[in-house]
T-cell receptor, first 113, second 108 residues
Framework: DGGITQSPKYLFRKEGQNVTLSCEQN?????MYWYRQDPGQGLRLIYY???????QKGDIAEGYSVSREKKESFPLTVTSAQKNPTAFYLC????????????FGSGTQLSVL | EDQVTQSPEALRLQEGESSSLNCSYT??????LFWYRQDPGKGPEFLFT???AGEEKEKERLKATLTKKESFLHITAPKPEDSATYLC?????????FGTGTRLTIIP
């Protein structure tokens, strides 16, 4: 069953804690993305990667970090430097990353305790 | 930088009442225009891609059209299951810029 798997579906973060959101894909797509969605706002790009071991900052990268050690995986760490982390986080992929449609995972809702 | 604006923010229609959603952008040019549907608590689901002014695409009760500065998503005789948030996005190189969406509610 091909697709994008995000986990966990719900995540709670304590003050000063780093948390990591998982994103795995078996579509053999080159490009992977992380978006943040807040109520009443559009999706905002955090980080993206077009090839293994390379990634670029999006529009709101501060307080986040990523890695791309394998083509299938693109985990996102929300660090303690991100002061307003409560949001719905979406992972997406595209075949080559060049002005193509995105395929989205089912999302992770992160909340602060 | 391209700005993407969607209107209206929310739209309530009676079942069978046709209407259109708008997506406008500030930078013209040959870029992809993408429409997605998003249900609450889920990731967006791809609907259409348009690249050229004058291009149209259809899927069931939905039809997307494109001009130089805007796109419309026409919904004909909608049903309650068409209720969702509809997002549009513009592509530039490796990134998509999203609008804030139109929340569509179809009342039985």
């Amino acid at each position: 069953d091909g697709g994008i798997t995000q986990s966990p579906k719900y995540l709670f973060r304590k003050e000063g804690q780093n948390v990591t959101l998982s994103c795995e894909q078996n579509l053999n797509h080159d490009a992977m993305y992380w978006y943040r969605q807040d109520p009443g706002q559009g999706l905002r790009l955090i980080y993206y990667s077009q090839i293994v071991n390379d990634f670029q900052k999006g529009d709101i990268a501060e307080g986040y970090s990523v890695s791309r050690e394998k083509k299938e995986s693109f985990p996102l760490t929300v660090t303690s430097a991100q002061k307003n982390p409560t949001a719905f986080y979406l992972c997406a992929t595209s075949r080559t990353g060049a002005n193509e449609k995105l395929f989205f995972g089912s999302g992770t809702q992160l909340s602060v305790l | 930088e391209d700005q993407v604006t969607q209107s209206p923010e929310a739209l309530r229609l009676q079942e069978g009442e046709s209407s259109s959603l708008n997506c406008s952008y500030t930078v013209s040019g040959l870029r992809g225009l993408f429409w997605y549907r998003q249900d609450p608590g889920k990731g967006p689901e791809f609907l259409f891609t348009l690249y050229s002014a004058g291009e149209e695409k259809e899927k069931e009760r939905l039809k997307a059209t494109l001009t130089k500065k805007e796109s419309f998503l026409h919904i004909t005789a909608p049903k309650p299951e068409d209720s969702a948030t509809y997002l549009c996005a513009r592509g530039i190189r490796e990134k998509l810029t999203f609008g804030t969406g139109t929340r569509l509610t179809i009342i039985p």
